[in-house]
């Protein structure tokens, strides 16, 4: 990967989502990857009317530095030009995010959103999720990002591509749901065709069929779905042989709580369901048959304290 200074043109390809596959895992195993990520990070979310250049800067050399301190573990200290890179990359980042069209919906704890696209395709996002895309290139590129869960009813057309940490799900026109997390990856069709692909695995999914990874290895689904639509949309998470901290994040977005954990094996699979109308019921639904049992912190932080039954 050559220098940061050097490399404007390729990071705005990348913002733009224009990386060949090939080279696009090429760059996720260099070490700019990580620091491209975090100053796009801080990055987003600045609007035209909320911009401060100066905290913009100041958040992107604090992302900088971090990252300085970790690599000075196993490698040299960054050149004396990153300082100077580092600002016009800022000014180059924000530019982006400013006039590139870009456009992000964001869900709140134990809301769902409906957001539709240019094209007319629907999009319910779950709680706590967030998707991006290019409004102004919608009709040339049809691809957004998401982060945590949402519902796609995909109007027909050209290629639609939600693209996600764990992987990407490409279709031409039809109804599925994508739910991320860290290290997970589910992908539920319900309509047509679909593919996914997911840390070197392609596969093709058609109505009713599941594609379910953790951590890079495929979680084998002998049973689909028979539903229309995904259950959460009517109020009730389902999980069907899931990892316990996935079903665990997904409380604390439709609930708004933190947990605090003494698990021996949050990799555990579960399954069951919990409803978003209920709390104490929720809890009770996932944790009883996990053998763990719960509390409630006295410091009225909404913490809930979890441990494990020997």
């Not at 069709?189 to 840390?199: A, D, L, P, R, T």
Request: proline share 3%.
């Amino acid at each position: 990967m050559e220098h940061l200074e050097q490399s404007e043109t390729f990071l705005a390809k990348w913002l733009a989502n224009d990386i060949p596959e090939e080279a696009l895992k090429a760059f996720e195993q260099t070490e700019d990857y990580e620091l491209f990520s975090k100053i796009a990070m801080e990055s987003k979310g600045f609007t035209r009317e909320h911009l401060d250049k100066e905290a913009v800067y100041t958040s992107i050399l604090d992302a900088l530095n971090d990252h300085k301190k970790e690599a000075t573990k196993v490698r040299p200290l960054f050149p004396k030009w990153l300082a100077a890179a580092a600002a016009s990359v800022v000014l180059f980042i924000t530019a982006f995010y400013l006039f590139n069209g870009n456009t992000t919906e964001s869900s709140g704890f134990g809301e769902q959103l409906a957001v539709v696209l240019p094209d007319n395709s629907e999009v319910t996002l779950n709680a706590k999720s967030q998707l991006t895309y290019n409004k102004k290139d919608w009709d040339n590129n049809r691809r957004l990002t998401l982060e945590g869960e949402a519902y796609f009813k995909v109007a027909k057309g050209s290629t639609f591509t939600v693209a996600t940490s764990e992987g990407n799900v490409s279709v031409l026109g039809t109804q599925f749901n994508v739910l991320q997390d860290k290290d997970f990856l589910e992908v539920t069709c319900f309509e047509g065709q679909i593919k996914v692909e997911s840390h070197g695995n392609v596969v093709f999914l058609t109505a009713g069929k599941i594609f379910k990874s953790h951590k890079g290895k495929v979680i084998p689904e002998n049973e689909g779905t028979d539903s229309s639509r995904p259950d959460w949309t009517s109020g009730e998470s389902v999980f069907k042989s899931i990892p316990l901290q996935v079903v665990l994040n997904s409380l604390k977005k439709q609930y708004d709580v933190k947990i605090k954990s003494n698990i021996h094996d949050a990799n555990k699979l579960f399954t069951g369901s919990f409803a978003h109308s209920n709390l104490e019921q929720a809890l009770e639904a996932v944790l009883l048959p996990m053998n763990i049992t719960y509390s409630f912190s006295e410091n009225g932080d909404n913490t809930i304290l979890l441990e494990q039954k020997e």
